[in-house]
């Protein structure tokens, strides 16, 4: 069963999270109940797939054998060769999952989700290398953590500091009336966003573009259609997942961040990727952008520092579009907003010296329809339709 994709998946979790509710507005605290509630969702969810279930069981145990067995040697030592194979490791997973399909072994390993749970691993071990995680993490509470299953298929990515500090406290009557409430009115809105705008999109008109006979001019208009829509459609269906994985979050009184804050009004392509899928976004940010410039500029062997800047960007985006999938069309849309980042760091540099685009209402209604526009042709990228 795919999360948040059937009603019986809704009804389920509903009738599991009823002694959650009534304990939350009680003031009570109800931590073991809910991991015994991720037990039995994750058991539902991976039922139907044994190489599925296997392949989780054997990812969990070897991610916490790497971040607590790592924990506890960086508290000795602090070895860079050790902490670069603890990542290699923590890595491995993934990257078989995705070699695996290119040698024709589709399904000798992988489960709905591996991408998230290694995202959540990945950072434990960089930030226990930073000196930030330090305390000994509970086995449940990291399992907690790893397995939490409304976002454990997609997303959001919760980093555990945040993840620990809401699961220690347990709210009053008055907070979890609120995260209740939020919680609710979340679970709506991806109801409209998933079941109904991004249905009628899909239905009313992908399914029908660029190939509509009906369609003038076809196949240009077709395509220009296609493009816009498919744009809405990914993000209604996608912020629709988001908006019922943290609304469950908040009911189950883990304030899971935000994933999207309206990215289609972003002003430059900076802005978009600080509103589209921003746990990812902030992650590849933190994780791979600042330690490579970091990186960089200590070892000084490019002094120029917008040329770190930008061979940070192109590897920033290569490596989240070849996450997508080893195809042309998700490693093109990586190099796409490699490009439109750098062009823009270039012209945001040079204006400030020559004025050119005066900040006022006006040009920001421009810059948000410009950048609208850029963004859209980079979905169509990413939809795959150029290489059919």
């Given at each position: 069963?795919?999360p ?9 979790v ?28 994750l ?11 296997i ?14 067995g790592?924990?506890?040697?960086r508290?000795q030592k ?38 998230y749970?290694t ?21 449940l509470?990291?399992?907690?953590f ?15 500091r ?5 699961h ?13 409430y939020?919680?609710?009115n ?20 992908i399914?029908?573009l660029?190939?509509?006979?009906f ?7 077709g ?14 269906d ?16 883990i304030k ?11 002003r ?11 746990t ?7 994780y791979v952008?600042?330690?490579f ?11 120029n ?32 907003h ?17 004025k ?12 948000v329809?410009?950048t ?17």
């Amino acid at each position: 069963m795919i999360p948040y994709e059937s009603f019986i998946f809704f009804f389920i979790v509903a009738l599991l999270l009823v002694p959650t509710i009534v304990l939350g507005l009680k003031g009570k605290t109800s931590k073991a109940y809910n991991m015994f509630v991720t037990l039995v969702v994750l058991a539902i969810v991976f039922s139907s797939s044994l190489v599925g279930t296997i392949s989780l069981l054997v990812f969990t145990i070897w991610q916490v054998v790497l971040i607590k067995g790592y924990l506890s040697y960086r508290k000795q030592k602090n070895s860079t060769f050790v902490f670069c194979v603890a990542m290699a490791a923590s890595i491995l997973p993934l990257v078989l999952v995705k070699v695996f399909p290119l040698i024709g072994l589709n399904h000798l390993f992988g489960f709905l989700g591996i991408s998230y749970l290694t995202f959540k691993a990945v950072q434990m071990v960089i930030e226990t290398r930073d000196g930030l995680i330090k305390a000994d993490i509970p086995l449940l509470d990291l399992l907690y953590f790893l397995l939490f299953f409304p976002t454990v298929s997609s997303g959001p990515i919760d980093r555990w500091r945040r993840f620990e500090k809401d699961h220690l406290t347990t709210p009053t009557k008055e907070q979890y009336r609120e995260y209740l409430y939020l919680g609710i009115n979340k679970v709506f809105r991806g109801f409209l966003y998933k079941f109904i705008i991004a249905y009628l999109i899909h239905h009313y008109l992908i399914t029908y573009l660029p190939a509509n006979p009906f369609v003038p001019l076809r196949p240009i208009v077709g395509h220009i259609l296609y493009m816009y829509s498919y744009s809405l459609y990914l993000f209604f269906d996608f912020a629709g997942y988001s908006a019922f994985a943290i609304g469950i979050s908040y009911i189950m009184g883990i304030k899971t961040p935000e994933n999207f804050n309206l990215p289609f009004i972003s002003r430059n392509i900076k802005d978009f990727w600080n509103r589209w899928h921003m746990t990812l976004s902030f992650w590849f940010r933190d994780y791979v952008y600042m330690r490579f410039v970091f990186w960089m500029t200590k070892k000084k062997w490019i002094k120029n520092r917008y040329t770190v800047s930008n061979i940070g960007y192109v590897l920033l985006f290569l490596i989240m579009g070849v996450w997508h999938g080893i195809a042309p069309q998700y490693i093109i849309y990586g190099l796409y907003h490699a490009l439109l980042i750098i062009s823009f760091d270039f012209f945001d540099r040079w204006n400030r010296k020559r004025k050119f685009w005066p900040k006022n209402k006006i040009t920001h209604v421009i810059s948000v329809i410009i950048t609208f526009h850029f963004i859209c042709f980079g979905f169509y990228i990413f939809s795959g339709i150029l290489f059919r």
